[in-house]
């Protein structure tokens, strides 16, 4: 079994060879340390075994400590084993090796080493690795291992790169669906290769008729009948229960075993910051992930909820008027700078005083428009802190611009530039902004206590930050699911019965064409097979008996009929009735999405790819850190 690996840099890497472990890990022990040794001088003298060495050596001073606890002498019992072990080594040898001029011979017995590490590659890198050193393998017959070099080539396949594309734009245009487009676009390319080892072209010629344009005429087919299997629509995506029984699908194939909570609970954060002109935009419902307790703690807002703490003395605040200012909270400042010589101590009274009226004439400016909460984007000075809280009012800090915006359009304020006194339209007002400590995090809560907020924050918790991405992950494609809803409400049966029933109207199709594209038509149906044997595969279940009982279902006319995947055996049931639907329009651009991708790598007769330029590589994050390119 392989060994996952973190080093003391932090870096990961998974491995079963016992010397690579050990040259990454700092061991203290002393006799860890004269084990590793030995590893170390088996891999200087044979360059293999050094599992062997820590195995062995292990077991001699576990068995050690048993004879010790009797009185016996251990070391030289045990140098007496060891040349007897020598003595009878010559007399197990089995066979030599006959010509090392050979590179099959040499190629068998490199297998057993390579087999311990790479299983499943051992006959490829035998032969290959067999080549390399009989062609170099020296008359005098002293070879060097520092004569085969290892080049590591980090493979970018275009075609997979095409894939890649194809998926992000099945993430932008339905923000769900991208495992079908992965699966789909490979199974389509990989039955092209067996259409292509039949004899037909990838191109049109003039007697063969390519695999390319059989696809495109599939992919058609496949959207003509998509339609008639639509098995319902959602009707009121204002119903709260009606929306989670819709998003139960998408959430459950990331969270199985939450997917009812986090269904009601999205659900409720969409419906209530839904409009009444129907057009929903996605970023209006956030995350905010807090470390602890477990995912059914979750909790819905309506408002924003910031990981901050307020600045001042004031931590609640109803009925709350907000004025935002993207400036620092701070006095003016000069660009000159003057020395100033202080002969008294009146003067040095007065030196500041003017500033300090200036600022308290400014905070009581703001607090005199009713104004109760200042948001601002930059710092805040002491001075400026201290008039706030003598005028009672909270004061926040965020310092994203996009939080800034964000919030806002939440309250329905207006960022000001400068720091002057808000009129009654440029400040927003929420019906409570308070301090609040939701496991050991301080968070700032602008919340509308009416389902009438623009923005609507789902609070996730969990006990760790990977099963919290998880979960944001799952919220995030079923908000997406939503959206696809209020665009077309029409829904097809998921569990691979939309699939099955694809497949085999398009192989009844496919048979009806008198020319060679029958053979690209056919495999094109056969591709969707890939979804429920996918699905059934990760049921644990035979997929090959799944398909066949699909496939019969369906030729008996039942058109809804999908993998049932808590049955211990193969089965099926009805998915409507399971309630496992998926978006009309999710599957439409996911066939369309993967067809083009295939068809476009199909079209590809050479790749030609310039040499990577050297230097450190180009950053490959977010053009800005707080996502506020995108607004």
């Given amino acids: 079994m392989n060994k996952m690996v973190i080093n003391h840099l932090e870096k990961l890497f998974v491995t079963n060879d016992a010397a690579t472990i050990l040259r990454e890990l700092e061991v203290q022990h002393p006799a860890a340390k004269m084990i590793v040794m030995a590893s170390h001088m088996q891999e200087q003298e044979v360059g293999d075994g050094t599992n062997f060495v820590l195995v062995f050596a292990g077991a001699l001073l576990e068995l050690a400590e048993e004879l010790l606890r009797i009185g016996l002498s251990v070391i030289e019992g045990y140098e007496i084993a060891c040349r007897k072990a020598h003595e009878i080594l010559p007399s197990l040898v089995c066979c030599s090796a006959k010509n090392l001029r050979d590179v099959d011979e040499v190629a068998s017995l490199l297998h057993t080493s390579i087999m311990s590490k790479q299983y499943g590659n051992e006959a490829f890198l035998a032969k290959l690795i067999a080549q390399a050193c009989v062609s170099i393998f020296p008359e005098s017959g002293h070879f060097n291992v520092d004569n085969i070099r290892v080049c590591k080539i980090l493979v970018q396949h275009p075609a997979a790169k095409m894939i890649v594309m194809a998926s992000h734009m099945q993430e932008q245009e339905v923000g769900d669906g991208t495992n079908f487009v992965l699966v789909f676009a490979g199974a389509l390319l990989e039955l092209a290769e067996e259409l292509l080892r039949i004899g037909l072209s990838v191109s049109e010629a003039s007697v063969h008729f390519s695999v390319i344009e059989g696809y495109e005429i599939a992919c058609r087919k496949a959207h003509e009948i998509l339609p008639s299997l639509v098995c319902c629509s959602a009707k009121n995506l204002r119903d709260v229960d009606e929306v989670a029984s819709l998003l139960h699908t998408s959430i459950t194939s990331k969270q199985y075993g939450n997917e009812a909570f986090l269904a009601k609970l999205i659900a409720q954060a969409c419906v209530s910051i839904f409009p009444e002109s129907g057009h929903f935009n996605v970023d209006n419902i956030r995350v905010c992930k807090i470390l602890g307790s477990g995912v059914c703690s979750s909790s819905v807002l309506h408002g924003m909820v910031f990981k901050k703490e307020v600045e001042g003395d004031v931590t609640s605040v109803k009925d709350a008027k907000i004025a935002v200012y993207s400036c620092p909270f701070d006095g003016m400042i000069t660009e000159t700078k003057g020395t100033v010589l202080i002969k008294t101590a009146e003067e040095l009274m007065n030196f500041s005083k003017g500033e300090e009226n200036l600022m308290d004439a400014q905070v009581k400016a703001i607090a005199d428009t009713g104004a109760n909460v200042i948001v601002t984007g930059g710092k805040v000075a002491d001075m400026a802190l201290h008039y706030a809280n003598k005028y009672n009012v909270m004061l926040v800090r965020l310092n994203s611009k996009w939080d800034l915006r964000r919030l806002c359009k939440t309250v329905g304020a207006t960022a000001l530039p400068r720091l002057t006194p808000p009129v009654a339209e440029e400040m927003g007002h929420c019906d409570s902004v308070s301090l609040s400590e939701v496991g050991d995090t301080q968070v700032v809560v602008f919340k509308h206590e009416k389902e009438d907020g623009a923005i609507s924050t789902i609070v996730l918790r969990g006990s760790t930050d990977n099963l919290m991405d ?27 019965a939309t699939e099955i029933e694809l497949a085999k109207q398009i192989t009844s ?38 398909i066949s009982k699909l496939y019969a279902v369906h030729q008996e006319g039942n058109k809804n009929v999908g993998l049932d995947i808590e049955a211990e055996v193969p089965a099926v049931k009805d998915m409507l009735e399971a309630g496992v ?19 476009t790598v199909l079209r590809v007769d050479q790749i030609i790819m310039a040499k990577p330029a050297g230097g450190p590589k180009p950053p490959t994050g977010k053009k800005d850190w707080d996502d506020d390119q995108n607004d």
């Fill in 581 to 599: 639907l998926d978006t009309y329009l999710g599957k439409y651009w996911a066939i369309k999405l993967a067809t083009n991708a295939a068809v």
């Fill in 509 to 546: 199709y496919g048979e009806t064409c008198p020319g060679l594209e029958q053979y690209a038509i056919k495999k094109f149906a056969e591709a969707f097979e890939a979804v429920p044997r996918a699905l059934s595969e990760n049921s644990g279940v035979k997929a090959n008996e799944v």
């Fill in 470 to 496: 998880d979960v944001e992950r799952a919220v995030d494609d079923a908000v997406n699911t939503f959206k696809v809803l209020t665009r077309d409400k029409r829904l097809v049966p998921g569990g691979g």
